[in-house]
Nanobody, 115 residues
Framework: QVQLVESGGGLVQPGGSLRLSCAASGIIVSIKTMGWYRQAPGKQREMVAIITNLGTTHYPESVKGRFTISRDNAKNTVSLQMNGLKPEDTAVYYC?????????WGKGTPVTVSS
């Protein structure tokens, strides 16, 4: 059974940094496309970073240059390094993958950017 567990969220001041982590079980992250998504109150869930099985990464313009997705194959984890955080980055951040025709999501970790 696939399980994704996020950690690392919290309260940070504008301009600060956070590193989110997604611990995966039931899959091998090195051979999967893994993604980070976020959902702010009253808004739709949106993609913020994807890393493919080939290591190719994709980011929307809103986070490009500030966020970096990476994976640790030994620990079977996927991380999201977030720098230069802005108040508009405030959201619940979710880890995602797709396996055997099904979408899998973690429960999310909240990030609040505020002074």
């Amino acid at each position: 059974q696939v399980q994704l567990v996020e950690s690392g969220g919290g309260l940070v001041q504008p301009g600060g940094s956070l590193r989110l982590s997604c611990a995966a079980s039931g899959i091998i992250v090195s051979i999967k496309t893994m993604g980070w998504y976020r959902q702010a109150p009253g808004k739709q869930r949106e993609m913020v970073a994807i890393i493919t099985n080939l290591g190719t990464t994709h980011y929307p313009e809103s986070v490009k240059g500030r966020f970096t997705i990476s994976r640790d194959n030994a620990k079977n984890t996927v991380s999201l390094q977030m720098n230069g955080l802005k108040p508009e980055d405030t959201a619940v951040y979710y880890c995602h993958t797709y396996e055997s025709g099904m979408d899998y999501w973690g429960k999310g970790t909240p990030v609040t950017v505020s002074s």
